[in-house]
């Protein structure tokens, strides 16, 4: 019996050594090999460009706090506070001047003073007092030129709060457009520099490459693309150069006779207090990747 297993043994061992396991090298990553390109003599380089330009959007928002005794009494009380407001504001164009709002509502409680003298709300629905309503405006203005009268015409109603005004640039298509096209130039100006530089001739284009990796160096390594689009204009502020101020307006209509807080009492108390909103400058940044061969 011990020699029937033995040689059982022995001949599983000799099979295994005559046929040993076979192992599957692993797949090399896409990003470990070299583009068709990168194997004749090339040149990558991106070219760069920016620009400012001052920003050509403007927002804020101004806050109408009204009390009564019912929710419906209070969000009557703020809409007719900013009826004029809205009529106003719509003089100036309902496409450049977007104005939108909102309501929120609470119920304002009885109070009592605990033992410490701390006033305290009974918060009871069977407590409730009156009811407060906050009517939110947001504006947004898209063009600048009418951003300083729509801003007066916001604080002249009076509001309960406002927010201070936020700028931003929305580049138009043909910005965007030049933009890349002037990056394209760049590279080939730096292309052409650097190839007299290191004694040689530039020849044709092998890539135009929207996406930068081109001429990025993980273009060889296992690098994960990080999502940044550099064919897209970039906006980053900068210091804006304010212009000079503009002279003092033309004296303001009589306000005698005119409703409280309509759109021609607003109209004419805006004029009263000018504000100067300088849009700021933003900068722009652009880079285009080009593969040029050597001569």
């Given at each position: 019996?011990?020699?029937?297993?033995l040689?059982?043994?022995v001949?599983?061992?000799?099979i295994?050594?005559?046929?040993?396991?076979q192992?599957?090298?692993?797949?090399a990553?896409p990003?470990?090999?070299?583009p068709w390109?990168?194997?004749?003599?090339?040149?990558?380089?991106?070219?760069?460009?920016?620009?400012?330009i001052?920003?050509?959007?403007a927002?804020?928002?101004?806050t109408?706090?009204?009390?009564a005794?019912?929710?419906?009494?209070?969000?009557?009380?703020?809409i007719?506070?900013?009826?004029?407001?809205n009529?106003?504001l719509d003089?100036?164009?309902k496409?450049?001047?977007?104005?939108?709002?909102?309501?929120?509502?609470r119920?304002?409680y009885?109070?009592?003073?605990d033992?410490?003298?701390n006033r305290?709300e009974d918060q009871r629905?069977?407590?409730?007092?009156?009811?407060?309503?906050?009517?939110?405006?947001?504006?947004?203005?898209?063009?600048?030129?009418l951003l300083?009268?729509?801003?007066?015409l916001?604080l002249?109603a009076?509001?309960?709060?406002?927010?201070?005004i936020?700028?931003?640039?929305?580049?138009?298509?043909?910005?965007?457009?030049w933009l890349y096209t002037?990056a394209?130039k760049?590279?080939?100006?730096?292309?052409?520099?650097s190839?007299?530089?290191?004694?040689?001739?530039l020849?044709?284009?092998?890539?135009?490459?929207p996406?930068?990796r081109a001429?990025?160096t993980?273009?060889?390594?296992?690098?994960?693309?990080?999502?940044w689009?550099p064919?897209?204009a970039?906006e980053?502020m900068?210091?804006?150069?304010?212009?000079?101020?503009?002279p003092?307006p033309p004296?303001?209509?009589?306000?005698?006779g005119?409703?409280?807080?309509s759109a021609?009492?607003?109209?004419?108390?805006a004029?009263?207090?000018?504000f100067?909103?300088t849009?700021p400058?933003?900068r722009?940044?652009?880079?285009?990747?080009?593969?040029?061969?050597?001569?």
């Amino acid at each position: 019996m011990r020699k029937v297993i033995l040689l059982t043994a022995v001949a599983g061992l000799f099979i295994a050594g005559a046929a040993p396991a076979q192992t599957t090298a692993p797949q090399a990553s896409p990003y470990d090999r070299a583009p068709w390109w990168m194997k004749e003599s090339v040149i990558t380089q991106t070219g760069y460009v920016f620009t400012e330009i001052p920003a050509n959007r403007a927002s804020f928002s101004a806050t109408f706090l009204t009390v009564a005794d019912t929710a419906e009494k209070a969000q009557n009380l703020a809409i007719a506070q900013t009826k004029g407001l809205n009529q106003a504001l719509d003089k100036l164009g309902k496409d450049k001047v977007r104005v939108s709002t909102s309501f929120s509502m609470r119920a304002l409680y009885e109070q009592y003073r605990d033992k410490s003298g701390n006033r305290i709300e009974d918060q009871r629905g069977d407590k409730i007092e009156k009811y407060q309503v906050s009517l939110n405006l947001s504006v947004e203005v898209r063009d600048t030129a009418l951003l300083e009268r729509a801003y007066a015409l916001v604080l002249a109603a009076a509001p309960t709060s406002s927010t201070p005004i936020s700028f931003n640039l929305q580049p138009d298509n043909e910005t965007n457009t030049w933009l890349y096209t002037e990056a394209v130039k760049d590279a080939h100006t730096r292309a052409l520099q650097s190839a007299a530089a290191a004694g040689g001739k530039l020849g044709g284009i092998k890539v135009i490459d929207p996406t930068g990796r081109a001429c990025e160096t993980d273009i060889l390594a296992r690098g994960a693309d990080n999502g940044w689009d550099p064919t897209m204009a970039q906006e980053v502020m900068v210091s804006g150069a304010r212009k000079a101020y503009a002279p003092p307006p033309p004296p303001a209509p009589a306000m005698a006779g005119l409703a409280l807080n309509s759109a021609e009492y607003l109209e004419a108390k805006a004029l009263q207090n000018p504000f100067i909103q300088t849009p700021p400058l933003q900068r722009l940044e652009a880079k285009a990747c080009v593969v040029y061969g050597l001569n």
